[in-house]
Every structure is written in structure tokens, then in C-alpha cells.
């Protein structure tokens, strides 16, 4: 089975600062990693996601994140935050089934920008 | 331009009623999923389809149908709705490759409210 944590459920940050916003994992098999953003009242959508290659994976709005296969993590960062970043960000880690794509998220993180 | 629509994006009913939402997708998906947002935002997968068949169906009451008329469309049906149905329903598609690598695209939600 799989799980993941995300450590932080809000996370207030001024803007401009750096933020980190941590996800764990668990898996007995072979995932893939992601990384989604949720805006008030609307949709979820991609910020990025980890598939093989280079550990450092950089997504959309300036955000990156780092696979630790050791670690089981994959942590996303931004070095400075804007007041549009404001949203609820979800971890996620994806398996194949069948013809679909089974994925399973994390509790997400709200992050709030103070000016 | 919408790439994933549902309607209607607002729900608000009596317990016992039976509703639908519907959702369409124009990216020439062939996998489409249907997601339950709580009010703590965990988001959990209810159904996935693919081309029209039924691919996953996780633990979820029996008075929740699915049906897919044709790959772009996949609808939800509710019956005897009680109040623990309120939360936000989410539609998403993804090519269904079957590796698990996809990105998923959300639609804007549907929030349910049952009174």
C-alpha cells in the first residue's frame, strides 16, 4: 500500500521569504511523485512531478522539489514567495492500475503569504 | 477552451433526492476519475474509466453510480443522498498510458451541499 504525509498542515510565510513545504512517502512498490496546487475555489493542477532522472525537478511559478529515494521525501521549495502563491498544495505519489493512473494524496499544506 | 468542465458547479439539496453531476472532457483523453474533497480537503478517488469501462471503483456506498456514454463524458449519479455526501466532487482525465506517469487535469469542482 502506499501513503503519503504531508508534515505541515499550514504554513504561514512573509512574502518574498523562501518556503519549504515537506511530503513524505510510502511505498512497497515503484512510484511516481507529485506535486499539485489548489487556488481558492478552483480546480486542482499540476505544479510539477518526478518521473526518473535528475533529482531536482523544477515545475511551473518558480517551485522545484528534491527526490530522496533514502529519505522517502520529496519536499517542494520556492526562494521567494509571492502573495499570489497562496493556495493549498498537495503531494501525491501515483501507481499505475490497469489502464488509469491511481493516485493517492497527501492531507495538504495550506500556505499563506502575510506582506 | 475548458479543458475538463463539470456541471453544475454549485448542488444544494434535501437528503433522500437522487442528483447528477456531469463532466467532459476535450483533450482526447482516454482515462477520466471522479474525486471526493472533504471539508478538511482530503481528497480520495471514488472511480476511474477508461474508453467507457470501469477500472477502478474504490470502497465507495453503492448509491454512487458512474456511467461513461463515451470516453469525453463521465457522469455521477447519487441517490438517496444523506448528509454525509456534502463535500466537493472533482472530475479529472489523464491519456491512461497504464504507467502510473500521467498528469491528471482537474476540473473547477463541484461542491454538494445536502441539507
Known amino acids: 500500500a502506499q501513503s503519503v504525509t504531508q508534515l505541515d498542515s499550514q504554513v504561514p510565510v512573509f512574502e518574498e521569504a523562501p518556503v519549504e513545504l515537506r511530503c513524505n512517502y510510502s511505498?512497497?512498490?515503484?512510484?511516481?511523485l507529485f506535486w499539485y496546487v489548489q487556488y481558492p475555489n478552483q480546480g486542482l493542477q499540476l505544479l510539477l512531478k518526478?518521473?526518473?532522472?535528475?533529482?531536482l525537478v523544477k515545475g511551473i511559478n518558480g517551485f522545484e522539489a528534491e527526490f530522496n529515494k533514502s529519505q522517502t521525501s520529496f519536499h517542494l521549495r520556492k526562494p521567494s514567495v509571492h502573495i499570489s502563491d497562496t493556495a493549498e498544495y498537495f503531494c501525491?505519489?501515483?501507481?499505475?492500475?490497469?489502464?488509469?493512473?491511481?493516485?493517492?494524496f497527501g492531507s495538504g499544506t495550506r500556505l499563506s503569504i502575510r506582506p | 477552451d475548458t479543458a475538463v468542465s463539470q456541471t453544475p458547479k454549485y448542488l444544494v439539496t434535501q437528503m433522500g433526492n437522487d442528483k447528477s453531476i456531469k463532466c467532459e472532457q476535450n483533450?482526447?483523453?482516454?482515462?477520466m476519475y471522479w474525486y471526493k474533497q472533504d471539508s478538511k480537503k482530503f481528497l480520495k478517488i471514488m472511480f476511474s474509466?477508461?474508453?467507457?469501462?470501469?477500472?477502478i471503483n474504490e470502497t465507495v456506498p453503492n448509491r454512487f453510480s458512474p456511467k461513461s456514454p463515451d470516453k469525453a463524458h463521465l457522469n455521477l449519479h447519487i441517490n438517496s443522498l444523506e448528509l454525509g455526501d456534502s463535500a466537493v466532487y472533482f472530475c479529472?482525465?489523464?491519456?491512461?498510458?497504464?504507467?502510473?506517469?500521467?498528469?491528471?487535469?482537474f476540473g473547477p469542482g463541484t461542491r454538494l451541499t445536502v441539507l
Open positions: 518526478y518521473l526518473s532522472g535528475s533529482t
Open positions: 511505498s512497497s512498490v515503484s512510484v511516481y
Open positions: 483533450l482526447g483523453h482516454d482515462t
Open positions: 474509466y477508461n474508453n467507457k469501462e470501469l477500472i
Open positions: 479529472a482525465s489523464s491519456q491512461g498510458v497504464g504507467t502510473g506517469s500521467d498528469t491528471q487535469y
Open positions: 501525491a505519489v501515483s501507481v499505475p492500475y490497469s489502464s488509469a493512473s491511481k493516485i493517492i
